[in-house]
């Protein structure tokens, strides 16, 4: 924690302007002062910090202003490149968890009756390691696993300890999230991400992706920047979403028919000959056969499939080649692309071919691969190395393309029920609600052997668990730096902002570093965050100290450069148009048209989903105010399209039964133009099943119950968007 208190007195003098944002902040500091009058507080003391949100991924920087140790008030720091000093609702909101009635304040153990009861900390270290030693005495390491939500600290020490037992089987949220757009980017360019330079950008299209709902501040902004320039900013969704306030065109596409569009728009270029020619023979391989397969492709083709008219594809496509190279079809996230289609792979490969068209990589308007930094090797006296497991990471055998960084989680689960993986680790993970479908997820948990989960509410997955230890808050501790890449890289610092507020919980830190040595594995954990930090940092010219006083700091030796050539880490060390890796999986060597499992019909419809700008998943549902901006607003209704409505004799606020092959519920309805009439809209975070979260329990429906338990094909994916709903008004 930042030690640059200050008095009252000192406080108020020294800065009226920081004093009357105290006072704006969560408990202002005129009601604080009269809440303390009773203890007679000569001196209070009031003090920063710089940290990180950890609302969603994106992990905000801030300077959290504290009274007596007690946070009052969020300033997003203006140099943080995620905020730009702005933070978003979640991030306010999402605060709230540190002192939520609803945290976990003790270990707690399932008993014989399936009732959890606290148990102290060293009994849930014993019989945790006696239960991790029994099954890799009778399996071996690779039978244990876990799964975490990547966060600075906890991906580091979850890995760890992992590995520190002889497995390898680490895995993320990625398959119900990015695993597809990831992997498929890595058959293609070699990398898995890229950025679009849209402030600079003549035309960007987006697919699936919302900016303005899913909010990251830096980049909204970006976009507002671009508008006001005079980009061309397109939205391929078959939801009208928040972003068209800074887009030109909203493209409603049919869902799960994106790659058709992507097809079609490079048939034009390409029997046109608008193409970047020399780009494409200078960096590609295997073009000729990916432009063979393209003749057929015309955007008459693709009406039929889209809905889109033709004569639309054909003018977007038109419209690219005239902004090229300052032009690319932004890399996407969730959606259209990163796990809701049996086609979400392929359309990732599409996207890449077609930007490589347009020749934007590394130029200026373009798709840019941005400079990055990362710490250097440490002294293994201080930080012993941890020997590479035996066995890899389980699952890459039945999903060959999934990014071997994450693996299929989806996977890990079928590995679970069938008995191949028989103990798992979950750290701020809610599996159970959010990956797949809940009730093949908690029978394949229940096959497990020992479950246990680190966490501060008690989710749904933590519901299911053996043994469930508390963590602190993100408010409460310092983690690991974390490292960001940009036109300009950096490293941001979540450190300690709020004394401890629950005194029985424990940081992800000393959780792991106490479970390693009671399962034997403690001498690769001497050291304490704050040394591992400082080690880090040092190795790239800084240390904890010189970073908890700024928050965030840049590497400008470093900074990115317009014009430099890629390097493709692809196995021909070129773009590939052909990827012998994807006909090894089953699939074609070049992205050609996979329909998604399932379309709807004239009766039924698609069910898709999304977030809301309050919300970040199921993480931040159990948040009194920002639940309660859900009820004011009638958040959790479905969108269906008007026309359909009308034809069903449903009205705007009517109820509605949804039903898919494995799940039905009630909602309220929102009818509205802005939807693909194929498509039924629903918010993807609510539906809470845990009754031990007051706030959340029982809002809404939850999406992932409809979603029937299945795989992407090769890529490991959970396509959470590919389920035929009927709908029908109760009462009628």
């Known amino acids: 924690m930042s030690e640059k208190a200050i008095t009252r007195r000192s406080f108020l003098a020294g800065s009226a302007g920081v004093a009357t944002l105290v006072a ?39 300077t959290a202003y504290t009274i007596d140790g007690k946070l009052r008030k969020l300033i997003g720091d203006a140099e943080n490149p995620m905020c730009k000093g702005k933070l978003c609702a979640r991030g306010y909101g999402y605060s709230q968890i540190a002192y939520s009635k609803d945290r976990l304040t003790d270990p707690l153990r399932k008993n014989e009756r399936g009732e959890f009861e606290a ?51 680490v895995y993320t949220h990625a398959a119900a999230c990015d695993l597809s757009r990831a992997s498929g980017f890595l058959q293609t360019i070699g990398a898995s991400t890229y950025s679009s330079d849209i402030v600079n950008s003549k035309m960007t299209m987006f697919i699936g992706r919302n900016y303005a709902d899913a909010i990251r501040p830096s980049s909204v902004a970006q976009l507002q ?28 596409i049919n869902p799960g028919t994106d790659l058709a569009l992507i097809l079609s728009m490079a048939h034009v270029l390409v029997a046109k000959g608008l193409y970047d020619q020399e780009y494409v023979k200078a960096n ?63 359309t990732a490969r599409a996207v890449c071919l077609f930007n490589t068209l347009l020749g934007c990589w590394n130029q200026k308007g373009g798709a840019l691969f941005t400079s990055t930094v990362n710490s250097g090797a440490l002294d293994e006296g ?28 989806l996977q890990a689960a079928k590995l679970a029920k069938d008995g191949a993986i028989k103990g798992m680790f979950f750290y701020q993970s809610n599996m159970a609600a959010g990956y797949a479908n809940p009730a093949y997820l908690a029978e394949a948990l229940g096959s497990l052997d020992l479950m246990v989960v680190i966490d501060v509410q008690m989710s749904e997955t933590a519901m299911l668990a053996d043994y469930v230890l508390p963590d602190t808050s993100y408010l409460e501790r310092t983690e690991i730096p974390e490292f960001i890449d940009g036109m300009v890289p950096a490293v941001a610092l979540r450190d300690q902002v709020i004394d401890k507020v629950l005194p029985n919980t424990r940081p992800v830190d000393q959780i792991y570093g106490e479970l390693a040595e009671a399962c034997g594995v403690g001498e690769y954990f001497p050291f304490t965050v704050e040394e591992l930090a400082d080690a880090q940092l040092r190795t790239v010219g800084l240390s904890l100290e010189s970073l908890r006083e700024v928050g965030t700091s840049f590497f400008a030796d470093k900074a990115y450069a317009y014009g430099a050539v890629p390097i493709w880490n692809t196995p021909t060390g ?27 019909g004239s009766d039924d419809f698609r ?23 859900t009820k004011d607003y009638d958040l959790t209704r479905v969108w269906m399209n008007a026309d359909r409505a009308a034809q069903m004799g449903i009205s705007d606020g009517d109820t509605v039964q949804i039903s898919s092959s494995v799940h039905s519920g009630t909602v309220r309805v929102k009818v509205t133009e802005r939807l ?16 031990e979260q007051h706030t959340a329990y029982g809002v809404g429906l939850r999406q992932m119950d409809f979603v029937p338990f299945h795989i992407e094909p090769a890529y490991g994916s959970a396509m959470t968007e590919e389920v035929i709903v009927t709908v029908k008004k109760v009462g009628a």
């Open 24 to 62: 704006g902040g969560f408990v202002g500091f005129g009601s604080w002062k009269q809440a303390k009058a009773a203890e007679k507080t000569e001196q209070p003391v009031l003090a920063t910090a710089h940290s990180m949100c950890n609302a969603c991924s994106s992990k905000c920087g801030f």
């Open 119 to 169: 148990v102290s900390w060293d009994q849930a270290y014993s019989e945790i390691a006696e239960k991790v030693a029994s099954i890799i005495g009778s399996d071996g390491p690779q039978a244990i696993a876990a799964v975490q939500d990547p966060r600075p600290s906890g991906k580091y020490y979850t890995t760890r300890f992992v590995n520190a037992l002889g497995s390898a089987n």
């Open 225 to 252: 920047q671009a508008h006001e320039s005079g980009a061309r900013i397109v939205i391929v969704d078959p939801r009208c979403n928040n972003t068209i306030a800074f887009a030109d065109e909203w493209v409603p």
């Open 284 to 346: 590609g391989v295997g073009f000729d056969d990916w432009a063979a397969k393209l003749v057929s492709y015309t955007p008459t083709w693709a009406e039929r499939i889209t809905g889109i008219s033709a004569g639309i594809i054909e003018r977007l496509a038109l419209e690219f080649a005239e902004a090229a190279p300052a032009a690319s079809i932004e890399q996407g996230w969730r959606a259209a692309i990163g796990s809701a289609y049996r086609n979400s792979g392929e």
């Open 382 to 409: 201080r930080f012993p190395k941890v020997p590479k497991p035996a066995v890899p990471l389980l699952g890459l055998d039945d999903y060959p393309l999934a990014n071997p960084a994450t693996g299929s989680v």
């Open 574 to 600: 070129k773009i590939q148009f052909t990827s012998d890796a994807c006909v090894k999986a089953g699939l074609t060597a070049t992205p050609e048209w996979l329909a998604p499992s399932v379309m709807p």
């Open 607 to 629: 069910l898709i989903g999304g977030k809301q700008p309050i919300h970040s998943h199921t993480q931040t549902t159990n948040i009194e105010d920002l639940m309660q901006i």
């Open 676 to 691: 693909n009439p194929t498509a039924l809209w629903i918010p993807s975070h609510y539906g809470c099943s845990s009754p």
